[in-house]
Structure formats: structure tokens, C-alpha cells
T-cell receptor
Framework: SAVISQKPSRDICQRGTSLTIQCQVD?????MFWYRQQPGQSLTLIAT?????????ESGFVIDKFPISRPNLTFSTLTVSNMSPEDSSIYLC??????????FGSGTRLTVV | GQQLNQSPQSMFIQEGEDVSMNCTSS?????WLWYKQDPGEGPVLLIA?????ELTSNGRLTAQFGITRKDSFLNISASIPSDVGIYFC???????????????FGKGTKLSVKP
């Protein structure tokens, strides 16, 4: 499977600020996704990160709040903008390809105070 | 939207016992996956199922993809303390249903093992 490096692993942020999370994969992958896992909950897809074009967002998630970049086939960023305590969650990067299957990063644990 | 109904929500078992959990859905899935998540970590893939009726083992773990592609179970035999964690089922919808490769997750089964 692919090795995914996700940074930062955790952060405590002030309300109203923004945090950018990075996801680096050790091989080129077809598809990259960003998920959110609220405390004690399951994983919910935020968006599909498309290489070279705008991300595809799921219902309930918008680009202004969660801007995503994917400049190449091994890297993506998710920004959580204008944070509030309700944004406190684990944010996970995931990749899919025929070679590596379905793999998750170890997540970014975000606490907004 | 599509949902995966995972049960049980939690289990408290004695070391050495066998465990069984399952997921059902009204939707047909192309792929079915079982993950385990330890505290502070991302989900780790345990077993991937691609064919209807497929039965796959990974050590003490066995999973099957239902014939209708709408359900799956995961069994853990002879549980040990390190089996503790949250187990998630996840499915990828069939291509005709607009799947782009993203997964839909069940709500998880929290497993506790008493030594």
C-alpha cells in the first residue's frame, strides 16, 4: 500500500483562524479524498481532490470553508478556514489507486478554542 | 443518501472469544472494505472484498461480501487484547451510481477485549 504523510498530526487553533493540512503520498495515485471524523463519529467525505481542476465537494461542504489544492498526483492540501469550535475533528487524507488500493493517512487532530 | 448500517455499535468480550460484526445497506456496492482504527490513528485496511460472495481471510480475520452486494460480515477468531479498537465497514458504490472511488462508512463497532 501507499505511504501517506499527513501534516500536522495535531494542532490547537484559535477561533477565526485558518489551518492548512498537507497530504504527501510516496507514489502517484489516481484519486485523493479528504474526510472528516467528528469526535466519536464515523468518517464523512468532504471532497474529492482533483488534479489540475477544482475539487468536487459533497453536500454540506463548500469551497470557501474547505479550499483544496492538488497540484500533482502525489500531493494535496486541505484548508479549514475561519475556524469555529464545531470544526474540531480529525481530518483524514485518503488515496485510491489500482496499485495501492484504499489507504488513509494517520489524520490531523484539530482542536479549535 | 446511501447508508451503511453497522452492528453492533459496541462489544465487550473475553479474550479468546470469537467476534462477529456486520454491515447492511439498501444500495449495491462495487467494493466492500473493513478497516480498524486505533486511537489517534487513521483507519487501517484489514480486508477488501471485490466479488459478490467472496470470502477472504487475513490471519484471524474473515470477511464475506454478500451475494446481493448489499451486505458483509467480519469475523475475528480467538480475540486478543490488541484487537481492541473501532472497526468500520466501508463501501464503494457501483460505477452506475456515480461512484468516483470515494467510500461510504458505517458508524463503527467499538470492540473491547477483557484479558
Amino acid at each position: 500500500s501507499a505511504v501517506i504523510s499527513q501534516k500536522p498530526s495535531r494542532d490547537i487553533c484559535q477561533r477565526g483562524t485558518s489551518l492548512t493540512i498537507q497530504c504527501q503520498v510516496d507514489s502517484q495515485v489516481t484519486m485523493m479524498f479528504w474526510y472528516r471524523q467528528q469526535p466519536g463519529q464515523s468518517l464523512t467525505l468532504i471532497a474529492t481532490a482533483n488534479q489540475g481542476s477544482e475539487a468536487t465537494y459533497e453536500s454540506g461542504f463548500v469551497i470557501d470553508k474547505f479550499p483544496i489544492s492538488r497540484p500533482n498526483l502525489t500531493f494535496s492540501t486541505l484548508t479549514v478556514s475561519n475556524m469555529s469550535p464545531e470544526d474540531s475533528s480529525i481530518y483524514l487524507c485518503s488515496v485510491v489507486s489500482l496499485v495501492v488500493g484504499y489507504t488513509f493517512g494517520s489524520g490531523t487532530r484539530l482542536t479549535v478554542v | 443518501g446511501q447508508q451503511l448500517n453497522q452492528s453492533p455499535q459496541s462489544m465487550f468480550i473475553q479474550e479468546g472469544e470469537d467476534v462477529s460484526m456486520n454491515c447492511t445497506s439498501s444500495s449495491i456496492f462495487n467494493t466492500w472494505l473493513w478497516y480498524k482504527q486505533d486511537p489517534g490513528e487513521g483507519p487501517v485496511l484489514l480486508i477488501a472484498l471485490y466479488k459478490a460472495g467472496e470470502l477472504t481471510s487475513n490471519g484471524r480475520l474473515t470477511a464475506q461480501f454478500g451475494i446481493t452486494r448489499k451486505d458483509s460480515f467480519l469475523n475475528i477468531s480467538a480475540s486478543i487484547p490488541s484487537d481492541v479498537g473501532i472497526y468500520f465497514c466501508a463501501g464503494q458504490l457501483r460505477a452506475l451510481q456515480g461512484s468516483q472511488g470515494n467510500l461510504i462508512f458505517g458508524k463503527g463497532t467499538k470492540l473491547s477485549v477483557k484479558p
